[in-house]
């Protein structure tokens, strides 16, 4: 309440609204498996295209397991693209990781021990350096340290090719009013000078720094040689001096079977100027997406006047001593005799760990670090997932992977079945399963939070331009999204047409599908004239009440809703004026979805009820701060068995 302490008018805002509780998203989907690359630990990144998921976790190319599976197909980067093809439009990626870690865990980027699954290349100077820099040449008086390059995650995808390429600009020394100025240079640039006053008259490279010049004002420039000896730059001159700056340019170019590469213009070498590669390739960086798509860190530790000298010579070394018929000199470079002076090198180590099982699939926590979280436990996190699969995790589940398949699948049952995550788990088939096969399977899984689908989807793979088998989740999932978006989650995600299918694993005809389907396995189906369809939408129960998966669903989607939309009623006062609101805000709520189809019943009373008043609640409840409201819904429920009932009457019989 206000206070009015002198007389006058006041003026002051009300809302006569109520709340609204507004329905969520049911169309985010969630994959977790094995990836290229990537993050392997901390929260999943949100995708939105396969592009996303590209420059992130790598291409869709195969991986190479270290252990009995050797290469496999990349089932997660496949069912991400089956994903948006299908028409979903937000995805989530745990990536599992099976291989050694560092102990302590290190931080993103940091230089990796060897043999952890990072892609490893160094540079040190050569015992006898070419004479590249200068003419006369000039050489280091303390030699650099060792460039490291690695790649921030582990993984096959970081064995990358880098391409340096060298360029001197235009001479930026010129005289002002004021005294000599240098044109676009900026702090910790290295620069080209040019000097008959210098001691290497033929020109070398220097280290710029400004500093404060308290005499003018102004900024001035020293410029340090390879020994940290500084020149000033007035005493330059601009009549026969040249100050000129220099710079590099990389390529990530990735072993990917289709090309793929990343540019990067305009880099430095002094470890302090922001856009050296020091910088650029930081072990930790402060844009989370630069965390995530610049694939490589770079390190070198010295930060003295003459680091990107050191940086720039150790870099010059691997050039070609004789570039178009003439000696690489930065002269010549300056001469237009050596056009593009570069260097490449080549990251190796880096591996995709051995095939994960179960426990990675299912993650840890460390308490002690809230970052470090993998598999579906990192996946609890993220509060907008409807949607939950592990594409691949039961290719092999028919015979030596038959263990960790089941228990992957339980997995995410259980994480689905957790209280306040509101999901679905789509689970994979088993890959090559005939019709007992995959009865048994299902007998051995029980939930109204899961649906299974069979048989694999045959597509004309992308990447091998042969045909293959991949795993139904993604497709499903994408179909998912695809009816959400386009009828509402009160609808059955089945008779949709499946985009990129050429066929199935098994071709099923209706005799097949009418053992299947009342064991709650949704079958993959073909028709002439009409394509291969989704053609189930039942759970994994035996629970009468919950056979279908659009129920689910939607019962899901108004428990998260209502949740979400009625955050602001906590620590309010517990009696009728919140009780009638509460009741109101969903009743309001409720009368929307009757509105759009989303209820069964004539009138709203048949519909659904809300009632939040004393006979909801007992004493004790009050007593200990508990509101209970109780709701009740009419669901609607596929039309899975359309019959039509025909039979002949004669011309003279009466059918009025």
């Excluded at 000199?329 to 190796?348: D, F, H, K």
Aim: net charge negative; with cysteine.
């Amino acid at each position: 309440m206000p206070q009015y302490l002198s007389p006058g008018v006041y003026v002051e805002e009300v809302s006569f609204r109520t709340g609204t509780i507004e329905g969520v998203s049911t169309s985010t989907a969630a994959f977790v498996g094995p990836t290229r690359y990537g993050p392997i630990t901390g929260t999943p990144q949100l995708l939105n295209c396969l592009s996303d998921y590209v420059a992130i976790y790598g291409s869709i190319d195969p991986l190479v397991f270290s252990d009995e599976w050797g290469e496999m197909v990349n089932y997660v980067g496949q069912a991400v693209r089956a994903f948006f093809d299908n028409g979903g439009g937000s995805l989530y990626i745990s990536r599992t990781w099976n291989g050694p870690l560092a102990s302590p865990p290190m931080l993103p980027g940091s230089v990796p021990p060897p043999g952890i699954g990072y892609a490893l290349a160094t540079l040190q100077p050569l015992s006898s350096p070419p004479q590249v820099l200068t003419s006369p040449p000039q050489g280091l008086a303390n030699p650099p340290q060792t460039l490291t390059w690695s790649g921030r995650y582990p993984g096959a995808e970081g064995n990358v090719t880098l391409t340096i390429t060298f360029s001197i600009g235009q001479n930026v020394l010129v005289p002002t009013s004021a005294g000599n100025a240098v044109r676009t240079v900026n702090n910790f640039d290295t620069v080209w000078i040019a000097s008959p006053s210098l001691p290497e008259s033929g020109g070398a490279l220097y280290g710029a720094e400004s500093y404060l010049n308290k005499a003018t004002g102004g900024l001035g420039w020293t410029f340090y040689d390879v020994n940290n000896n500084g020149t000033d730059l007035s005493l330059l001159n601009p009549a026969t001096d040249q100050v000129r700056i220099f710079t590099a340019s990389l390529q990530i170019s990735y072993p990917d079977g289709t090309q793929r590469t990343d540019f990067y213009p305009g880099l430095t070498f002094h470890p302090s100027s922001p856009t050296s590669f020091s910088q650029t390739f930081a072990a930790v960086l402060n844009d989370s997406y630069y965390a995530l798509t610049r694939p490589i860190v770079f390190t070198y530790n010295d930060t003295s006047h003459a680091a990107g000298i050191g940086v720039a010579q150790l870099m010059l070394e691997q050039v070609a001593p004789v570039i178009n018929n003439s000696p690489f000199t930065i002269p010549n470079m300056i001469a237009g005799n050596v056009i593009q002076p570069q260097y490449t090198e080549q990251l190796t180590g880096g591996f995709d760990g051995a095939r994960p099982l179960e426990p990675q699939y299912q993650g840890t926590s460390d308490p002690s670090n809230p970052l470090i979280k993998t598999g579906l436990v990192a996946l609890e996190d993220v509060t907008d997932v409807s949607i939950v699969a592990a594409p691949g995790s039961t290719f092999g589940a028919g015979g030596d992977y038959a263990a960790d398949g089941l228990s992957i699948a339980n997995d995410l049952i259980a994480h689905c079945e957790k209280t306040g995550l509101y999901r679905i788990a789509v689970l994979d088939s088993p890959d090559s399963q005939g019709i007992s096969d995959i009865s048994s399977w299902r007998g051995q899984l029980s939930s109204s939070y899961a649906a299974l689908y069979y048989p694999w989807v045959r597509i004309l793979d992308p990447v091998s331009n042969l045909e293959a088998n991949m795993p139904p989740s993604g497709y499903v999932a994408g179909i998912y999204a695809r009816s959400d978006n386009l009828y509402g989650v009160s609808k059955a995600p089945a008779n949709e047409v499946v985009t990129d299918a050429i066929g199935f694993e098994t071709m099923l005809n209706k005799g097949q599908q009418d053992l299947l389907n009342p064991q709650g396995i949704n079958c993959f189906r073909f028709f002439e004239g009409r394509g291969y369809r989704l053609w189930g939408a039942r759970t994994i129960t035996s629970d009468s009440q919950w056979t279908y998966v659009n129920p689910r669903r939607y019962i899901l989607y108004l428990e998260h809703s209502i949740d979400q939309g009625t955050q602001s009623l906590v620590f309010e006062n517990n009696g009728p004026d919140l009780w009638a609101s509460t009741a109101q805000l969903i009743t309001d709520f409720l009368s929307n979805e009757y509105a759009n189809g989303n209820l069964l019943g004539a009138t709203k009373a048949q519909a659904f009820f809300v009632r939040c008043d004393a006979t909801t609640m007992t004493q004790n409840d009050l007593d200990n701060g508990r509101l209970v409201c109780l709701i009740g819904v009419s669901l609607l429920r596929p039309a899975e068995f359309v019959i039509f009932r025909i039979g002949q009457f004669t011309a003279s019989s009466n059918q009025s």
